[in-house]
């Protein structure tokens, strides 16, 4: 089991740029979670998908960030265009989407916008 | 929505004592509360879960306990070891079916050191 996959694991990029961050979650698992994670607000929760699906966006903060699920072996988080406040790392989650089953996080994608 | 507070944000031990970090939450339909660990440069992994039908947990040298009426549970930490050194966060969840317990409500995190 190679567990949650995410990419890049670091990335810097300017200001106004878009940045797009990936994730292959484990073999199996039907439900997918994007979270951030920064020292002001914590760990919280910008989207969640089901069978591909998504089916909550309220954490979504701005237009400026969009996920898709385009297959059960991936899913990306876009971030166009890109601002400073923006910069935080950011997990990828997955389970098995019984009860029961428990959420694995990859080790996520450190972003600096400068 | 749900906020949960998390107590102390940082915790130092000596290796074997004992440790304990509380939580509150203030959604009473939450039903879900799992607990994390977090080492550097990793994300963050379950080390245990409650469900509000069971008021206590054990596995092995952890434990979570749960009261419902007041809107806390705590994590208990016995015999700590230096490799029990991380940043652990308690979560909060309604389970309404489907994928809804995946939807966590974090703690601000209590950095615990177990010193040797």
């Known amino acids: 089991d190679a567990g949650v996959i995410q990419s890049p694991r670091h990335e810097v990029t300017e200001m106004g740029q878009e940045v797009t961050l990936r994730c292959k979650p484990i073999?199996?698992?039907?439900?997918l979670f994007w979270y951030r994670q920064t020292m002001m607000r914590g760990l919280e929760l910008l989207i969640y998908?089901?069978?591909?699906?998504?089916?909550?966006d309220s954490g979504m903060p701005e237009d400026r960030f969009s996920a898709k699920m385009p297959n059960a072996s991936f899913s990306t988080l876009k971030i166009q265009p890109s601002e400073p406040r923006d910069s935080a790392v950011y997990f990828c989650?997955?389970?098995?989407?019984?009860?029961?089953?428990?959420?694995?996080f990859g080790n996520g994608t450190r972003l600096t916008v400068t | 929505g749900e906020n949960v507070e998390q107590h102390p944000s940082t915790l130092s031990v000596q290796e074997g004592d004992s440790a304990v970090i509380k939580c509150t939450y203030s959604?009473?339909?939450?039903?879900?509360f799992p607990w994390y660990k977090q080492e550097l440069g990793k994300g963050p992994q379950l080390i245990i879960d409650?469900?509000?039908?069971?008021g206590e947990k054990k596995d092995q040298r952890i434990a979570v306990t749960l009261n419902k009426t007041a809107k806390h549970f705590s994590l208990h930490i016995t015999e700590t070891q230096p490799e029990d050194s991380a940043v652990y966060f308690c979560?909060?969840?309604?389970?309404?079916?489907?994928?809804?317990?995946?939807?966590?409500?974090f703690g601000q995190g209590t950095i615990l050191t177990v010193h040797p």
């Open positions: 989650a997955s389970s098995g989407g019984r009860r029961n089953s428990p959420l694995h």
């Open positions: 073999s199996g698992h039907n439900s």
């Open positions: 998908f089901n069978n591909n699906v998504p089916i909550d």
């Open positions: 959604d009473s339909a939450s039903n879900y």
């Open positions: 409650i469900r509000s039908n069971v």
């Open positions: 979560a909060a969840s309604r389970d309404a079916g489907g994928t809804s317990y995946g939807k966590l409500t």
